[in-house]
């Protein structure tokens, strides 16, 4: 067994839309999320070209993963997921007839002879409840109806493989199985490499893969050729258990589950369920006062003492994750269908990817539990870094925070602020993240991070207005409000005209006089006014509104080109623009310190200025990023604009030439993905359902 990394594939033809066998809804993308619960468990089917089947490649990990899907149906063999290898028998590949993607769920139809097979993948979204959410744990579940009007005998089979467990297939894995009501094969790496990390596949913790034992169901561990043989030959398993831990290459060791589904008519079966999920405890290595690091845990273990019980709930609540995922995701398709389809097709595909780069964390008491009320969320970027809680990163992710439930943000930012104002980092301006390396938030107690100063503290002072307007819960803007203070005297005396630096969009490389980044340094100021203003410190309030209101009409003579008909990209270069999507944040906040004339004059602009695949970025190069384009769609004053834009971004998504996770950032003229996948920001795209 190998499997195939995902990797950017440059096809030759310049369509605008892949073109598959099967009907998907609302299209097809370049990747398939179906296990994307947290940054290690973040599974998808890669597309790319005219697609991939689900019974016709391997499921992978951004680094790679897979796990295999067989049905024996009256004696004739099926694949349903991926390709294996078996010794002496032979099967098919089901036919894909169908893929519909919602925002928690990607649901497959196969036809597999006379019985078609519904697969569901669903990774719940369940911010409301932070024990639900921060469950590392994902539903595969199957049913099969007969097709012809005749009954049918069918088994379903489903394994994994040690390769869950590591990035580097040379480790030695060990393994138990536990049978109850529930079958759970948990695997783990022999030699636990705490918080460390191989081609960002963790080192550490377990994997379970379980199911429930119900009449039919068999089990068994072994190497994989053997033990896929068995199921094909027999239609199950012979419950027996390899006691040989070895490497995750030697002979590939698999676990399996196997269901005998008896007799199938075309009344659908009950579903036959299965979980995967996986788990480190701890989780997070974070700073705190005094340079000392705290271990921090799942923050379901506030409620479950145990990871076998977390997972009995997790399993036994299925049918109710089920019906709230899908009245959450009715509520996403209601609410993005009034702006398009488009749109509504991609804030589907963005919300699992975006809240996959998320745990949620709590610590223990003196007295050794687990405290519900210390809450700390971390981020993963993943792909361009691994840095945490890299402060550019959740705040092009902030809208799906603040649409989902906003608590979740407030989290995110405590873990910056709470470790600034420890006093530990020497800078004045904000940090631009808490760790080089996910999931080390060690700091940087040197200042040596990478250095944002205008980008980063504009958008902590932005981000916290934003959740105190949006909740009404003034605690963490009062309890921090000395270091907001902080950031926004720095962008008093550098953001009107910002020195040389880099902004979020770093890999453009440093300029100095940035028309954007002065935009959110601006708004950013004016944005202290408010937060003083919410905490009723008057004089302070009109300071920083006042300097904010000055600073427009200097910035506007000084950003507007000589021919009076388009911002530059920096002050003085007449010949350069870019997209001016730091705007976004002055209507998000209804500050309203830019003139109307300002966003008439950059709408004509960039209608006038669209490529095949949207509006470039700026004037470098003829590359974008999507969460910018859907920013910059939220404020500009053509509907038309706004549609070329939200559309270009889906253009781009389902263009076959890219067979990754979303990527945020790609060339506009040839449609082609340029870097990054799998990020958080593509939450950003849910920017119109916050405005």
């Known amino acids: 067994m190998r499997l195939t990394q995902l990797v950017a594939t440059i096809l030759s033809a310049a369509t605008l839309a892949a073109s598959v066998d099967w009907k998907a809804t609302p299209f097809n993308p370049s990747a398939i999320p179906l296990a ?6 973040n599974t998808w089917l890669a597309q790319g070209g005219n697609g991939r089947a689900l019974s016709s490649t391997w499921p992978s990990f951004w680094t790679g993963q897979a796990c295999p899907r067989l049905a024996k ?8 997921l991926g390709t294996p290898a078996v010794d002496g028998v032979t099967y ?9 993607i919602t925002a928690t769920q ?3 139809v196969l036809s597999a002879g006379p019985v078609d097979l519904t697969v569901t993948f669903l990774s719940p979204v369940e911010p409301n409840d932070l024990v639900k959410q921060s469950f590392p744990f994902s ?16 088994s379903i089979y489903c394994d994994i493989s040690g390769e869950w467990n590591s990035g580097a297939n040379t480790w030695t894995i060990n393994w138990e199985t536990t049978k109850g009501d529930i079958l759970t094969h948990r695997v783990q790496t022999a030699a636990q490499a705490q918080y460390e990390e191989i081609n960002d596949v963790t080192q550490y913790g377990s994997i379970y893969w379980s199911t429930v034992n119900s009449a039919g169901t068999t089990t068994q561990t072994g190497p994989d050729r053997q033990v896929r043989e068995e199921f094909l030959k027999n239609g199950k398993l012979t419950n027996a258990l390899d006691k040989t831990f070895r490497q995750i290459y030697n002979s590939w060791p698999v676990f399996a589950h196997a269901h005998d589904l008896g007799s199938v008519s075309s009344t659908a079966t009950k579903p036959k369920l299965f979980t995967i999920g996986h788990v480190r405890n701890p989780s997070i290595q974070y700073i705190v006062a005094g340079g000392s690091y705290q271990d921090r845990s799942p923050y379901f273990f506030t409620k479950f003492p145990t990871v076998a019980a977390a997972l009995t709930s997790f399993v036994n609540d299925f049918s109710a994750a089920l019906t709230r995922a899908n009245a959450f995701d009715a509520k996403v398709q209601a609410d993005a269908s009034k702006i398009s389809a488009d749109y509504a097709g991609v804030v ?3 919300i699992r990817q975006a809240l996959a780069t998320i745990e949620i964390t709590t610590s223990k008491t003196a007295f050794g539990t687990y405290d519900p009320n210390d809450v700390i969320v971390f981020m993963k970027e993943i792909s361009s870094n691994g840095n945490m809680n890299t402060v550019d990163v959740i705040f092009p992710a902030w809208p799906v925070l603040l649409y989902v439930n906003p608590a979740l943000g407030k989290y995110l930012l405590e873990g910056v602020l709470r470790y600034q104002a420890t006093g530990q980092y020497p800078n004045k301006w904000s940090i631009h993240d808490i760790g080089g390396n996910f999931p080390k938030a060690i700091g940087h107690n040197d200042g040596g991070d990478e250095a944002m100063p205008v980008e980063e503290s504009g958008n902590m002072i932005i981000m916290a207005l934003s959740y105190a307007q949006k909740t009404g819960d003034l605690s963490h803007i009062k309890k921090y409000v000395p270091l907001f203070d902080q950031f926004a005297q720095f962008l008093v005396s550098d953001s009107l005209i910002p020195a040389n630096q880099i902004s979020t969009d770093d890999f453009a490389g440093p300029l100095a006089n940035q028309t954007n980044l002065a935009i959110k340094g601006i708004i950013g100021i004016g944005a202290m006014g408010e937060i003083h203003k919410l905490l009723k410190n008057n004089a302070q309030s009109a300071n920083y509104s006042s300097i904010a209101a000055s600073y427009v009409p200097q910035w506007q003579k000084l950003a507007t080109a000589a021919s009076g008909d388009h911002l530059t990209l920096a002050y003085g270069q007449d010949n350069t623009w870019g997209l001016t999507y730091n705007l976004f944040a002055d209507k998000l906040l209804k500050l309203n310190l830019f003139p109307q004339s300002v966003y008439d004059m950059q709408t004509a602009w960039y209608t006038s200025h669209t490529n095949a695949f949207g509006v470039q970025l700026d004037t470098r190069h003829t590359y974008t990023k999507t969460d910018w384009e859907i920013w910059t769609a939220t404020w500009v004053t053509s509907t038309a604009l706004r549609d070329t834009l939200i559309g270009a971004v889906k253009s781009f998504v389902s263009d076959g030439k890219f067979d990754g996770p979303f990527s945020d950032w790609y060339d506009t003229v040839s449609g082609n993905q340029v870097g990054f996948r799998a990020r958080p920001v593509v939450g950003g795209h849910l920017a119109f359902l916050i405005m």
Do not use: C, E
Not at 36 to 41: G, K, N, T
Not at 92 to 100: D, F, I, L, Y
């Open 92 to 100: 098919t590949r089901a036919t894909q007839k169908s893929v519909t």
């Open 139 to 154: 539903y595969v579940s199957v049913v099969a109806a007969s097709t012809d009007g005749a009954s049918h005998k069918v």
């Open 106 to 108: 990607s649901i497959f």
């Open 348 to 350: 589907a595909l963005s």
């Open 36 to 41: 994307v619960r947290s940054p290690y468990l």
């Open 73 to 80: 149906i009256d004696g004739i063999n099926y694949s349903w």
